[in-house]
Nanobody
Framework: QVQLDESGGGLVQAGGSLRLSCAAS????????MAWFRQAPGKEREFVAS????????YYEDSVKGRFTLSRDGSKKTVYLRMDSLKPEDTAVYYC????????????WGQGTQVTVSS
């Protein structure tokens, strides 16, 4: 079983920055993938960014490229999502997710952390 513990959400003005953290605990494998998704009110959950633990490959959703930066601390099994130049449309509940291999679905999810960007 895997547990994901998120932190770092909050309220920020447009143009500001926040950093989200997600720490994984429990059983994981060397090929797991960690990701961030977000869900705005009335919208479906969408992919934001992901990182492969085996090779460090990172993917970003187009609207966050150049503004969000995903990084990791391998010793802590923690990923960080640095969000700069935030826009009101970034307002959402952000969820950390993990899948055990690149070809499996995201089976493990955090509780979500609210990010609100005021204009």
């Amino acid at each position: 079983q895997v547990q994901l513990d998120e932190s770092g959400g909050g309220l920020v003005q447009a143009g500001g920055s926040l950093r989200l953290s997600c720490a994984a605990s429990g059983r994981t494998f060397s090929s797991y993938v960690m990701a961030w998704f977000r869900q705005a009110p009335g919208k479906e959950r969408e992919f934001v960014a992901s990182i492969s633990w085996s090779n460090g490959r990172i993917y970003y959703e187009d609207s966050v490229k150049g503004r969000f930066t995903l990084s990791r601390d391998g010793s802590k099994k923690t990923v960080y999502l640095r969000m700069d130049s935030l826009k009101p449309e970034d307002t959402a509940v952000y969820y950390c997710a993990l899948k055990l291999t690149a070809s499996t679905p995201y089976d493990y999810w955090g509780q979500g952390t609210q990010v609100t960007v005021s204009s």
